[in-house]
């Protein structure tokens, strides 16, 4: 009996823990008035500074994208616009849905 017991404590712990490794986070939006047709996702990592590219989304001609990843560990993470290298959002993937929306404002000068 206490094999038993044992055995389906052994069992039911096991099947609780959260495999790190599969951990996903999904970042939607809408930008409206975007000057490119591409949103990239880059990892900033804290203690190094590295920034490593992940994944890419094409922004539809009403202004909707949506980029999924897998991420092990909770990090940073920015968005940029294709041929533009400033992020315009960072964000942590702290959960498993993200949603944004915005407008770009361009402004000339005069």
């Known amino acids: 009996m206490r094999k038993f017991v044992l ?3 052994v069992i039911t712990l096991l099947a609780s823990c959260e495999n790190k490794e599969n951990k996903s986070f999904n970042v939607s939006g809408v930008l409206r008035n975007a000057p490119s047709k591409v949103v ?3 990892e900033s990592d804290i203690t190094t500074g590295k920034k490593t590219l992940k994944d890419s989304s094409a ?7 949506t980029i999924s990843l897998n991420a092990p560990k909770d ?7 294709q041929n533009d290298v400033s992020q315009f959002v960072t964000l ?3 959960a498993s849905k993200i949603s944004l929306f915005g407008e ?3 402004h000339t000068d005069l």
């Open 92 to 94: 942590i993937n702290d």
């Open 75 to 81: 990090a940073v993470y920015n968005l940029l616009l």
């Open 104 to 106: 770009v404002c361009i």
């Open 7 to 9: 055995s389906v404590l």
């Open 59 to 65: 922004i539809a001609a009403d202004g909707k994208f």
């Open 40 to 42: 990239y996702i880059e």
